[in-house]
């Protein structure tokens, strides 16, 4: 396990050039909700228009969903379909497996982890991943329960610890971790504290801080940060 710092001043950017890394040749990856995650995904779009990228072979899955209609304003899939799916339409296909977040958050978790078991072996070339100002990632919140889940990949969130305040479904930390690389996005002063509490030197896995339980289990952490997200941690660099 490592967690290696690269800060940017256009996390998007370096993050979209790893999403082509895992594309080339059919990759498996994980796409997060939020709004750098968002602008990653523009940029991916620009890059696969200008190096002309085929993306038949590649599978992109959700990491965490609201239980809303996939129309609904609050849903990542809603994101993900107009940052990257519907720009992509008539350039290349891809396949994407969404989480049912409109069955609630048991059926839809049960859903979900019956699709990823039915694809094989649990096991993704790149999964991204944002952080919240609370330390909390994909729909996994400081202090509850989920956070100690290791016999599913897919677990059901009655109630989210930040807004929108909507049941949620999640992928699991074992199934968020089964990969050579995670990436962590972050911009801006508000998530300084979180990513230092998380990731900085001297830190150790923390229920109360959810981001840091993936550094135990992870092969590889790149945390992709503007400067401003990198303050807190300025004084340890």
């Given at each position: 396990?490592?967690?290696?710092?690269?800060?940017?001043?256009?996390?998007?950017?370096?993050?979209?050039?790893?999403?082509?890394?895992?594309?080339?040749?059919?990759?498996?990856?994980?796409?997060?909700?939020?709004?750098?995650?968002?602008?990653?995904?523009?940029?991916?779009?620009?890059?696969?228009?200008?190096?002309?990228?085929?993306?038949?072979?590649?599978?992109?899955?959700?990491?965490?969903?609201?239980?809303?209609?996939?129309?609904?304003?609050?849903?990542?899939?809603?994101?993900?379909?107009?940052?990257?799916?519907?720009?992509?339409?008539?350039?290349?296909?891809?396949?994407?497996?969404?989480?049912?977040?409109?069955?609630?958050?048991?059926?839809?978790?049960?859903?979900?982890?019956?699709?990823?078991?039915?694809?094989?072996?649990?096991?993704?070339?790149?999964?991204?991943?944002g952080?919240?100002?609370?330390?909390?990632?994909?729909?996994?919140?400081?202090?509850?329960?989920?956070?100690?889940?290791?016999?599913?990949?897919?677990?059901?969130?009655?109630?989210?610890?930040?807004?929108?305040f909507?049941?949620?479904?999640?992928?699991?930390?074992?199934?968020?971790?089964?990969?050579?690389?995670?990436?962590?996005?972050?911009?801006?002063?508000?998530?300084?504290?979180?990513?230092?509490q998380?990731?900085?030197?001297?830190?150790?896995?923390?229920?109360?801080?959810?981001?840091?339980?993936?550094v135990?289990?992870?092969?590889?952490?790149?945390?992709?940060?503007?400067?401003?997200?990198?303050?807190?941690?300025?004084?340890?660099?």
């Open positions: 396990m490592s967690v290696a710092f690269e800060v940017v001043e256009d996390p998007a950017r370096a993050c979209a050039a790893l999403m082509i890394s895992a594309a080339i040749g059919g990759g498996q990856i994980v796409l997060a909700g939020g709004s750098t995650p968002e602008a990653a995904n523009e940029r991916f779009v620009e890059a696969v228009r200008t190096v002309g990228l085929g993306l038949e072979g590649t599978t992109f899955w959700v990491g965490d969903e609201r239980c809303v209609e996939p129309d609904d304003g609050r849903s990542n899939y809603r994101m993900i379909r107009e940052s990257l799916i519907e720009p992509l339409a008539g350039i290349t296909e891809a396949r994407v497996e969404r989480i049912h977040g409109e069955l609630g958050p048991e059926a839809g978790a049960e859903d979900y982890d019956s699709r990823l078991r039915a694809a094989g072996p649990a096991h993704f070339d790149l999964v991204l991943l952080i919240g100002p609370d330390g909390h990632t994909a729909s996994l919140f400081p202090g509850q329960a989920t956070l100690s889940v290791r016999d599913r990949l897919v677990v059901g969130v009655p109630e989210a610890g930040l807004e929108p909507v049941p949620r479904v999640s992928l699991t930390l074992p199934a968020l971790t089964a990969t050579p690389q995670v990436v962590v996005l972050a911009s801006g002063a508000s998530k300084a504290e979180a990513i230092a998380a990731f900085g030197p001297g830190t150790r896995p923390d229920p109360a801080v959810p981001s840091s339980l993936l135990p289990a992870a092969a590889l952490i790149t945390v992709l940060l503007d400067p401003a997200a990198a303050s807190e941690l300025e004084p340890a660099r």
